[in-house]
């Protein structure tokens, strides 16, 4: 487990304030800042399209892992 301290919370504020981020989507930019933050760079969902708007992290889906 991941702690969420500061460095998250202003991570997880530049994310939302450069992409313009609204609503639920506000939930992914706080897991991208965690990534971001203890730099994490690879995402295993089956939501890729949630996350291309953030570069640097890898999405890989299911099939993706399957197939390797």
């Known amino acids: 487990m991941l702690i969420e301290n500061l460095a998250v919370h ?10 313009s981020v609204r609503g639920v989507e ?9 990534m971001k933050t203890y730099g994490i760079t ?3 969902t089956v939501n ?3 996350f291309k708007r953030y570069p ?9 892992i399957i197939r390797a």
């Not at 202003?10 to 992409?19: F, G, P, S």
């Not at 640097?56 to 993706?64: C, D, R």
Request: hydrophobic letters at 45%; charged letters at 30%.
């Open 10 to 19: 202003k991570e997880w504020r530049r994310l939302i304030i450069a992409h």
């Open 26 to 34: 506000t939930y992914d930019a706080r897991l991208v800042a965690v």
């Open 42 to 44: 690879h995402l295993l």
């Open 48 to 50: 890729g399209d949630d």
């Open 56 to 64: 640097g992290i890898t999405i890989m889906s299911p099939e993706e």
